[in-house]
């Protein structure tokens, strides 16, 4: 059964070790950020803090997907109830089978996110537990692990997002909206265009399903969720909001309930982020005005401390965009066997049968136009023996198939995330950089004996010779004698 709430997670988790309560009383400043860093470093399991610093009542939980062992995508496999050690392989499959059975939304009339009520003058967000997650960031940031929703006012169609928001004051906040980005077009396009107000809503603390989508790569039009009752394999109940017609999840802590007026803007940022740096440039940006925050009694308010690789958005990405990825290569009738965005979530990594020559341009053409691959910089393409996921296999065959003049191919001028640390001020206000695709194939053209024979197990030995081998080992590793064959 799925998961009804965030709550129901937590038990899950406790159940199969991977949450730790913190009891003793932890800061909102910056404790709380070194606390979840540190569980991530470990590959740890998530973490529940029951008494901040100045808020009695109110719990922060942290690393609620991020990464665990001895699969670093354990939480992420019993977020969609499977086993903690599912590899990764299985998990891709199991999130391309059921994304292909959407599941409407259901509207609900009550939830416990109604509990407490605050409108107008009450209206301050400073009350709520927002941490400082690291010493550079330029402030305290509340959206960092939830859902942001929009609407668009033509079609209908509802995005939900993970975008980051900074707090500014008691009622308001900033939004990090690259245009590229499906939120943040609806706004500028549909409503900043026309000159009028958009509403908004932020909701925090859902069932992680809900937040998981909302990280993936759906496509436009398409409601994320729809495609979180595919992966709950059950409808997700959603109420109104109280004063705009957006229908948020039910399952929430907390809502933030608002609207984005056309034009005006705000400082916002830096902030540590998930390439593992401080690189984005303080731009003005468009400012969140909350109306209202309705929330659950002891409310839970999540959040995610990004870092180099691993954390929270890294996992999710490893699964849902690399499925998604792959669906899409394949619907184009590039017959990859694999496809996986690794962390941070800069790299691609492709397994194919090169089908002509230069099929290399034709595989970075339609990674680089997929929603996956629009702002990933770095694109390696192998092939079809190399299991992608594991990065020995990937750095051996970079290291002995890679041509060093003829296999490293360099596109200029190209759309850029201005997150990218290795871009330069210009690049990064002009959203302008470059990609580069990493050709790990042998040509096309080499057939037969021209096509150098692998040396291992599979490639070097007679099937029954590798047999024998397999059996005389597991009798070793029991510490058995291995019988006369």
């Known amino acids: 059964m799925p998961y009804n709430d965030l709550r129901e997670y937590i038990a899950r988790l406790e159940r199969e070790g991977e949450l730790i309560t913190v009891e003793e009383e932890v800061d909102w400043n910056l404790e709380?950020?070194?606390?979840?860093?540190?569980?991530?470093?470990?590959?740890?399991?998530?973490?529940?803090?029951?008494?901040?610093k100045g808020y009695p009542g109110w719990r922060v939980m942290g690393n609620v997907v991020g990464p665990?062992?001895?699969?670093?995508?354990?939480?992420?496999?019993?977020?969609?109830?499977c086993p903690r050690d599912t590899p990764v392989e299985r998990l891709i499959e199991i999130y391309r089978e059921r994304y292909r059975k959407p599941v409407a939304p259901r509207t609900v009339m009550s939830s416990p996110v109604k509990q407490n009520i605050w409108k107008g003058a009450e209206v301050d967000l400073t009350r709520l537990p927002v941490p400082i997650?690291?010493?550079?960031?330029?402030?305290?940031?509340?959206?960092?692990?939830?859902?942001?929703?929009t609407q668009d006012p033509d079609t209908g169609w509802v995005n939900w997002g993970t975008y980051r928001h900074q707090l500014h004051g008691p009622n308001t906040c900033g939004w990090l909206a690259h245009p590229g980005q499906h939120?943040?077009?609806?706004?500028?396009?549909?409503y900043e265009n026309r000159n009028k107000p958009m509403p908004i809503a932020i909701a925090i603390g859902c069932d992680p399903i809900c937040h998981i989508m909302s990280s993936s790569q759906v496509p436009p039009g398409l409601s994320e969720a729809h495609i979180a009752g595919a992966m709950r394999q059950?409808?997700?109940?959603?109420?109104?909001?109280?004063?705009?017609?957006?229908?948020?999840?039910?399952?929430?802590?907390?809502?933030?309930?608002?609207?984005?007026?056309?034009?005006?803007?705000?400082?916002?940022?830096?902030?540590?982020?998930?390439?593992?740096?401080?690189a984005s440039v303080p731009e003005s940006r468009p400012v969140i005005h909350i109306e209202c925050v309705t929330f659950r009694d002891k409310?839970?308010?999540?959040?995610?401390?990004?870092?180099?690789a691993w954390d929270d958005y890294h996992v999710i990405s490893s699964v849902t965009m690399s499925a998604m990825l792959l669906d899409d290569l394949q619907t184009r009738g590039i017959p990859a066997r694999a496809a996986y965005v690794r962390g941070p979530a800069t790299a691609i990594f492709v397994s194919v049968k090169p089908q002509y020559v230069g099929y290399i341009h034709t595989v970075a053409s339609a990674?680089?136009?997929?929603?996956?691959?629009?702002?990933?910089?770095?694109?390696?393409?192998?092939?079809?023996?190399?299991?992608?996921?594991?990065?020995?296999?990937?750095?051996?065959?970079?290291?002995?198939?890679?041509?060093?003049?003829r296999d490293i191919h360099v596109f200029h001028n190209t759309p850029a995330m201005p997150l990218m640390p290795f871009l330069d001020k210009e690049e990064q206000l002009l959203r302008r950089g470059a990609r580069v695709a990493f050709d790990l194939m042998f040509p096309a053209e080499w057939k037969g004996d021209a096509r150098p024979k692998i040396n291992d197990l599979q490639h070097a030995y007679p099937a029954d010779v590798q047999k024998a081998a397999l059996r005389t080992w597991q009798v070793a590793l029991k510490g058995g004698r291995a019988k006369n064959r």
């Not at 939120?183 to 396009?189: D, K």
């Not at 023996?385 to 990065?391: K, M, Q, V």
């Open 32 to 52: 709380i950020g070194a606390i979840t860093q540190v569980g991530i470093e470990e590959r740890g399991p998530a973490l529940l803090f029951s008494t901040v």
């Open 183 to 190: 939120g943040p077009w609806q706004y500028y396009q549909k």
């Open 133 to 149: 997650l690291h010493e550079g960031d330029a402030g305290r940031f509340i959206g960092t692990w939830h859902i942001t929703i």
């Open 234 to 278: 059950a409808p997700v109940d959603l109420i109104k909001c109280e004063t705009n017609d957006l229908m948020v999840p039910a399952s929430a802590e907390i809502v933030l309930e608002g609207y984005v007026l056309p034009n005006e803007r705000q400082m916002e940022g830096g902030f540590g982020e998930f390439t593992g740096f401080y």
């Open 68 to 81: 665990s062992r001895p699969v670093i995508q354990g939480k992420i496999a019993l977020a969609m109830e």
């Open 299 to 308: 409310p839970i308010f999540t959040v995610s401390t990004p870092r180099k």
């Open 367 to 405: 990674v680089f136009s997929s929603k996956a691959g629009l702002y990933r910089p770095y694109l390696f393409v192998c092939d079809e023996d190399i299991d992608i996921t594991d990065l020995e296999e990937v750095y051996w065959a970079m290291v002995t198939r890679l041509h060093p003049a």
